[in-house]
């Protein structure tokens, strides 16, 4: 190899390194700690558990007066095997969406979250208490008339950020930076 060709690149690692190092470290995402499916009576229910870490710029934005809109996504599907164990394919067959919106009040100093499909508002002393009371999915009813349609479901859920919730002149800056991209990926549900 010529000393020319390992000069540049020399020069090509070093300009990469530079650029990784530039970018700022990805926060920490959104994660369901923990979701299962239990049969109560002639129904089922879900629980499950959701850990919320903020980064900065969003904290920043709710202090602000800037109210977050956050959703958790929950699915069923229906497992169809094609080609026996091997390979499956999934059809959504119930769909729902719980949104929440979260604001700082500043003159009690108190966080407002709003269910967003009932309006029902609760003020928390904290933002720690806020998102940890939102994270709990406690007992919520899934349809019967679809677990007794099909046999092999799976549930599935996600929880995330609704940055076009945000005010139009933050919305670009937000769906471009990592800061705000914070929604956890799809999690399977235990069924007990």
């Known amino acids: 190899m010529h000393v020319f060709s390992v000069v540049k690149l020399t020069r090509k690692l070093l300009l990469l390194l530079a650029l990784c190092a530039s970018f700022p470290a990805i926060a920490d995402t959104f994660r369901i ?3 299962d499916v239990r049969k109560v009576g002639n129904g089922h ?6 850990s919320y870490p903020l980064t900065p710029r969003v904290v920043e934005a709710l202090e602000h007066g ?7 996504e929950i699915q069923l599907l229906n ?14 067959v119930w769909r729902t969406e719980l ?14 979250l709003t269910a967003v499909s009932t309006h029902k508002h609760r003020t928390f002393p904290t933002i ?11 007992a919520l009813t899934l349809p019967p008339e679809i677990l007794l349609k099909h046999e092999r479901l799976q549930l599935r859920l996600r929880s995330g950020l609704d940055l076009h919730a945000l ?10 930076s990592s800061k705000w991209q914070l929604t956890s990926p799809w999690t399977e549900a235990a069924w007990y």
């Open 128 to 138: 720690e208490d806020a998102l940890a009371a939102m994270g709990r999915i406690d």
């Open 79 to 92: 497992e169809i095997p094609l080609l026996g164990p091997v390979w499956q394919w999934n059809r959504r």
């Open 33 to 35: 700690e923990h979701a």
């Open 167 to 176: 005010p139009t002149p933050m919305r670009p800056g937000a769906l471009l």
């Open 99 to 112: 949104v929440y919106e979260l604001r700082s009040h500043q003159l009690t100093e108190q966080y407002v």
């Open 45 to 50: 229910i879900l629980n499950a558990l959701i």
């Open 66 to 72: 800037v109210p977050i809109t956050f959703f958790q």
